[in-house]
């Protein structure tokens, strides 16, 4: 954890959480993919207390580019968790988890964004991403890890028609609940493996019943979709949360 003790103290913040997302937290990583970094930080009480407010973003790249990390303000998060963001609920799912300053603080926030969840917005984010991720697979050769971005998508889509709930980060984990056919199944643990051992650069082509699938399920997911309920949590809470962690969190050195 030195890349992250070394952005807290360049950029006078304190990370909350620091976990994994991407290939790795997703269970298809290939041997030489880079780690995908995401945080969580606060900055000191009387930060948040300007006329302008302080950038709610942290970008590092490691001098060997294998670690890929980058964090939101908790502000910023909260905004996120109530917009029922997708890329914030698989932060909070991760698995694989880094550090965290205090488990109370984390563990509040996870039972917090529950009232949050939106199927609706989560679903469309997950078939425009899945959509725009497929029509790069198609036809020709391509990157094996396109074809995961995919698939992942469609299964994501699948659990929330299912489940209405915020699907797991592992596609091992959607892929035992999510009632597939037990062939495709076998071929998407095949080709899990097969990626395990190539590189990212790996081009791979063809695998006619895992597109069917993909494309069944997204023309299913569209057609579905309007079925599908929103949801917009009260704001009130996000706000009672962020002012109690700045308070708890106030005087800890940063």
Known sequence: MDHVRRIEKENGVKALWVCETGSRAWGFPSPDSDYDVRMIYTRPKNDYLTVWESKDTIEYMSDDRELDISGWDLRKAMGLLWKSNASMFERLSSTVIYDWADSEIIDALNNLSQQYF????????????????????????????????????????????????????????????????????????SLIELKSGKGEAYEHQGEREVFTFIDSTFEYTKASEKRIPANKGDVKALNQFFQDTLNRLEGRSL
């Not at 997950?126 to 497929?134: H, R, S, T």
């Open 118 to 189: 939106s199927p609706k917005a989560a679903l469309h984010h997950y078939l425009n991403m899945g959509i725009k991720a497929f029509a790069n697979v198609q036809g020709k050769k391509y990157r094996l890890k396109r074809l995961f971005y995919a698939l992942r998508a469609a299964l994501c889509c699948r659990w929330i028609l299912e489940y209405q709930t915020a699907p797991p980060m592992r596609i091992q984990a959607l892929l035992d609940i999510l009632d597939i056919n037990a062939d495709l199944k076998e071929r998407i643990l």
